[in-house]
C-alpha cells in the first residue's frame, strides 16, 4: 500500500511511504501542472501538456519513462515499460480510482481526507515509481481543480 500525506496543512509537498517506510516525497511545481521526486536515486520530473489532459514522467536523462493519458476522465490509462495499466474513476462523485485488470478493478487509489488531503493507493503489479507518477498526477489534478474553484470564487 502507497500513502501520501501532505508534509503540514499548509504545505504543498507529499511525503510518500510503501507499507510504512518513507520512498519518496512528491514536490509539486509553482509553475505549471506537475512536479517531481525521487525514488532509489533516480530523480523524475512530471510534467502536463497545456490541457492537463496527458502527463509525461521523465528520468533524469530526459527519457519518457511512463505517460498517462486523458487524465481527468472517467477512463485513462498510463503507458509505462510497453504495459498500458487502465484506470477508470468508480463514481462521477466520488474520488476512487480503480485500476482494471481484464476489465476487472484488481487496485484502487482514493483520496481518504479532503481536510489533508491525504491518498492512499494500492496498485498491484505496478512498479514503485509508477505509482508514485500516478498518485503524483491526481494530487495535481486535485490541486489544479481546487486552484480553478478559489479563482471562480474571488471575482468581484
Known amino acids: 500500500m502507497l500513502t501520501a500525506e501532505k508534509t503540514s496543512m499548509w504545505a504543498r509537498r507529499y511525503?510518500?511511504?510503501?507499507?510504512?517506510?518513507?520512498?519518496a516525497t512528491w514536490d509539486p511545481s509553482w509553475w505549471r501542472?506537475?512536479?517531481?521526486?525521487?525514488?532509489?536515486?533516480?530523480?523524475?520530473?512530471?510534467?502536463?501538456?497545456?490541457?492537463?489532459?496527458?502527463?509525461?514522467?521523465?528520468?533524469?536523462?530526459d527519457n519518457e519513462v511512463a505517460r498517462v493519458e486523458r487524465a481527468g476522465r472517467k477512463h485513462w490509462t498510463v503507458v509505462s515499460g510497453?504495459?498500458?495499466y487502465e484506470?477508470?474513476?468508480?463514481?462521477?462523485?466520488?474520488?476512487?480510482?480503480?485500476?482494471?485488470?481484464?476489465?476487472?478493478a484488481a487496485g484502487s487509489m482514493r483520496r481518504t481526507s479532503a481536510w489533508s488531503g491525504s491518498i492512499e493507493a494500492d496498485l498491484p503489479g505496478v512498479p514503485l515509481p509508477v505509482q508514485i507518477f500516478v498518485v503524483g498526477v491526481q494530487i495535481a489534478l486535485w490541486q489544479a481543480s481546487q486552484s480553478a474553484a478559489a479563482g471562480s470564487n474571488g471575482g468581484g
Do not use: I, K
Not at 525521487?38 to 489532459?53: F, L, M, P, T
Open 15 to 23: 511525503q510518500l511511504t510503501a507499507d510504512g517506510q518513507p520512498v
Open 33 to 61: 501542472t506537475g512536479g517531481g521526486f525521487e525514488v532509489d536515486g533516480r530523480r523524475y520530473q512530471v510534467r502536463a501538456n497545456a490541457w492537463g489532459s496527458r502527463f509525461t514522467m521523465r528520468d533524469e536523462t
Open 82 to 84: 510497453g504495459r498500458t
Open 87 to 104: 484506470f477508470r474513476r468508480a463514481s462521477l462523485w466520488g474520488n476512487r480510482q480503480e485500476l482494471l485488470v481484464g476489465g476487472v
